[in-house]
């Protein structure tokens, strides 16, 4: 005796499908460019909410999120800010006329103690040095804000991209 197995399919409901997985590279398009401004919105918080920084807004507002193509997007930034996220810690000589100048003094005051601050001198993490007889240096260090923010944006992106195949492969709008 023989068992006879018939395998059919119902090319109506595949047609169907390889119409749905048709859109899906336009979807999950869409969804990488939106992604791409989310990231954009978390560097420029990152970026801006800093304490104790130069006001950084017209920099931030320089950070753009464009769409190369229908399955690639770019998020920019200013050459600065990079610079600002991985230069090595230095020394920065307060000189007459100079913007950081300005912004020590503003922030330290001239003698360098504001708002019950104390004193701030060389230190691991920065600091200023202030003699009214020699040059003034300032401690800079680097601000590794993109890093903070891309751990932020992360995990956002996988559950969207299963959300747009499940919604897509169920015949519903993502």
């Known amino acids: 005796m023989v068992v006879e197995i018939r395998v059919s399919a119902d090319f109506g409901k595949v047609r169907t499908l390889a119409k749905r997985m048709g859109r899906l590279p336009v979807q999950v398009g869409n969804e990488l460019f939106r992604h791409a401004v989310d990231t954009r919105d978390a560097l420029k918080r990152q970026f801006i909410s800093q304490t104790k920084k130069a006001d950084r807004t017209r920099m931030a507002d320089r950070f753009k999120a464009k769409r190369e193509s229908s399955s690639r997007s770019i998020v920019t930034i200013p050459r600065q800010a990079d610079w600002l996220d991985s230069m090595k810690s230095h020394w920065v000589p307060l000189l007459r006329g100079r913007s950081i100048t300005k912004w020590?003094?503003?922030?330290?005051?001239?003698s360098f103690i504001k708002r019950g601050k104390s004193r701030v001198?060389?230190?691991p993490r920065g600091?200023?040095?202030?003699?009214?007889?020699?040059?003034?240096?300032l401690f800079v260090s680097k601000d590794p804000f993109i890093q903070k923010a891309l751990g932020n944006v992360k995990s956002r992106l996988s559950p969207r991209l299963s959300r747009i195949v499940r919604t897509t492969i169920r015949g519903g709008t993502a």
């Open 127 to 137: 600091g200023i040095i202030f003699n009214k007889k020699s040059k003034s240096f």
């Open 104 to 110: 020590a003094r503003e922030n330290y005051g001239p």
């Open 121 to 123: 001198f060389k230190g």
